[in-house]
């Protein structure tokens, strides 16, 4: 295997120990902006010591097998975000937009006397095989036509031409629409977690393909910008 860079991520600050903020239900990818309310005085703390430093939060995903005590167990692949904008509200709670930079693994979570978790991460980026003969360019458009027919032509027209136009890597194309099409979190989290670029790219158009169905009365359409996700 080899690796390949796409887009640059900007990780001014990571030095391998970031923040982790638990989150059930939500998923975020790098390349993708969502928007937060943080409001648990954890977190609060949390987000104060990020915008003070180096702006940086990890967006983990719980496991199903919780414990009755102790930390809630996390995957350990996680999505390594920046505080891109905020908004201080009163009671110490903030608006926040979290940006997508880079997957990451959890290594270890660090001991601290902090309210909040902190890991110390190492960086997943995107694998290309080079063995691979697929024309990755023919993936890109199966996808685009797949999301197309999932969602409607009137809510994706615009978008599936600027797609198409923007010539995006592949592995960045599978992480948007991983994050707009409406499926289970745990679908988003497989699709998180497979770095393996060609892997993930058959496994989303598997995944839409299987959410298309004729019988459909209207296609759902996305929405932008998206509800602010509570803590």
């Known amino acids: 295997m080899q690796y390949e860079p ?11 120990q970031v923040p982790l903020f638990p989150l059930e239900g939500v998923v975020l990818f790098p390349h993708v902006a969502i928007p937060l309310h943080i409001f648990e005085p954890r ?8 915008l ?12 199903q097998d ?10 350990d692949v996680v999505c390594v975000g920046r505080i891109t904008a905020e908004e201080r509200l009163s009671g110490g709670r903030y608006n926040l937009i979290l940006t997508g930079l880079q997957r990451a693994r959890i290594e270890r979570e660090l001991v ?25 360019s023919e993936r890109q458009r ?41 499926m289970p979190a745990a ?3 497989r699709a998180l977690s497979e770095v393996d670029v060609d892997i993930r790219s058959r496994y989303l158009l598997e995944t839409i393909s299987a959410l298309t169905t004729p019988a459909d009365p209207a296609p759902q359409r996305l929405r ?7 803590n």
């Open 52 to 63: 003070e430093t180096h702006r940086l939060i990890a967006l983990a995903v719980p496991r």
């Open 43 to 50: 977190y609060r703390r949390m987000t104060a010591d990020a």
């Open 187 to 189: 679908s988003k989290y």
């Open 112 to 136: 601290n006397d902090l309210p909040y978790r902190i890991g110390e991460l190492s960086l997943l980026p995107d694998s290309y095989d080079p063995a691979n003969s697929r024309d990755r």
């Open 66 to 75: 919780r414990r009755d005590s102790g930390l809630t167990p996390l995957h």
């Open 224 to 230: 932008f910008p998206p509800r602010f996700s509570l």
């Open 142 to 182: 199966e996808l685009l036509t797949a999301f197309k027919g999932l969602s409607g032509a009137a809510a994706t027209d615009t978008l599936f031409q600027q797609l198409l136009d923007a010539q995006l890597p592949l592995g960045v194309l599978c992480d948007l629409l991983a994050a707009a099409i409406k």
């Open 6 to 16: 796409e887009f640059s991520a900007d990780l001014t600050g990571f030095e391998g």
